[in-house]
Structure formats: structure tokens, C-alpha cells
T-cell receptor, first 110, second 114 residues
Framework: DAKTTQPNSMESNEEEPVHLPCNHSTISGTDYIHWYRQLPSQGPEYVIHGLTSNVNNRMASLAIAEDRKSSTLILHRATLRDAAVYYC???????????FGKGTRLHILP | ETGVTQTPRHLVMGMTNKKSLKCEQHLGHNAMYWYKQSAKKPLELMFVYNFKEQTENNSVPSRFSPECPNSSHLFLHLHTLQPEDSALYLCASCTGGGYDSPLHFGNGTRLTVT
């Protein structure tokens, strides 16, 4: 079973920031937090990952709670092309299983 | 272009047919994955290969048979499938063995079983 909990869907206005939450209360010390997104008719694509510290890249920012039991993916300025399903997963290097949950379907309103 | 190529993009097969799905990556990755994505369901992990050895079989029925001849190629052989096997089949790869190596996915094969 997936070890993360995300809202089923969210809406945001174009050109505004989007904060996508993820709960992972059973996270272990060896779990990295990864985010992927899946655009229509495509396979999932990697967005960002982190362990303890907040992370930034050209696509998004990842804010990780101090107790690591939750995280937030931040899209700084949403565009219509950001409409997708966003998956938050925990990646444990001790085995090869990478389990996806249902994700959050993000709708962007023009 | 994701670096992971899956062929064919679409496949229609009858329940008595035998067909194969192909996945190829030239990213230098050592781990390869098969996932199944049915309509309105999460991605389901099917198989994992690491350095050509199968390390995960997620209770997949024997009508699905994976093959990994080398670290760059992964096949999924299909025979006597059922209509409920219709789905998007996704291949992914990563460097393997690390906490933080991201998965690279192909765009999938859309399979319809009639």
C-alpha cells in the first residue's frame, strides 16, 4: 500500500502559486520524498525529491516539515500546462519497490 | 523525449493471442520496472529488474511473463490475456540501489484485449 496521503483533487488559478500537500506520518529515517506528475496521455515525470531540507529546482520547490511527516510541493506560478496528476511517494533505498498512490489531480483555471 | 522508449504505443489483441511489449533505455540505468495503470486506478507495480535479475514480482498472474536480456532492454510477454488486462503498461528505469535516483518513465503501451 502507498505510504502517503494526498487530496484527490485541487484547483488553482493560472499564474498563481499552488501548494500541493502530502502526509506521510509513517515515514522512516531512510525514506526520501519524491514527487512525480503525469500529464494526460503520458507516463509520469520526475519533479523533485528531498530528504530533510527544502529543495528548489527549475520546476518546483519542495517544503518538508521539520518532523518529516508531511511535505508540500510548490508550483510558484501555475500555467495551464501544469494541469496533471501529482504523486507524492516515499523512496526507500533498501528495496526496489516504488509504490504510487492515487495522487492529486490538479486543475488550472484560466 | 524521456530517454525510455516503449513499443508499440497501442496494441489490440484477442484473448488467445501472444504478443510482447518492448522497453528500451540508453540512460545507463541498471534497474527497470513494469507498471500497470488501469482506468481510474493508481499505478500498480508489476515487476522490477536490477542488474538483469528480477527482484520484485508483485503477485502478477503467469499470463504476464517479463524478460530482461540486458540492462537496456525489458520485455513483457503476454498470452491468454483477459479483457480486464486492458490498461496502460508503463516501463521505467533508474540507476538502482539508491535512495534518491528518480524514475524515468516511457509513455506507455495502451493495451486493449478483446
Amino acid at each position: 500500500d502507498a505510504k502517503t496521503t494526498q487530496p484527490n483533487s485541487m484547483e488553482s488559478n493560472e499564474e498563481e502559486p499552488v501548494h500541493l500537500p502530502c502526509n506521510h506520518s509513517t515515514i522512516s529515517g531512510t525514506d526520501y520524498i519524491h514527487w512525480y506528475r503525469q500529464l494526460p496521455s503520458q507516463g509520469p515525470e520526475y519533479v523533485i525529491h528531498g530528504l530533510t531540507s527544502n529543495v528548489n529546482n527549475r520546476m518546483a520547490s519542495l517544503a518538508i516539515a521539520e518532523d518529516r511527516k508531511s511535505s508540500t510541493l510548490i508550483l510558484h506560478r501555475a500555467t495551464l500546462r501544469d494541469a496533471a496528476v501529482y504523486y507524492c511517494i516515499l523512496r526507500d533505498g533498501r528495496d526496489d519497490k516504488i509504490i504510487f498512490g492515487k495522487g492529486t489531480r490538479l486543475h488550472i483555471l484560466p | 523525449e524521456t530517454g525510455v522508449t516503449q513499443t508499440p504505443r497501442h496494441l489490440v489483441m484477442g484473448m488467445t493471442n501472444k504478443k510482447s511489449l518492448k522497453c528500451e533505455q540508453h540512460l545507463g540505468h541498471n534497474a527497470m520496472y513494469w507498471y500497470k495503470q488501469s482506468a481510474k486506478k493508481p499505478l500498480e507495480l508489476m515487476f522490477v529488474y536490477n542488474f538483469k535479475e528480477q527482484t520484485e514480482n508483485n503477485s502478477v498472474p503467469s499470463r504476464f511473463s517479463p524478460e530482461c536480456p540486458n540492462s537496456s532492454h525489458l520485455f513483457l510477454h503476454l498470452h491468454t490475456l483477459q479483457p480486464e488486462d486492458s490498461a496502460l503498461y508503463l516501463c521505467a528505469s533508474c540507476t538502482g540501489g539508491g535512495y534518491d535516483s528518480p524514475l524515468h518513465f516511457g509513455n506507455g503501451t495502451r493495451l486493449t484485449v478483446t
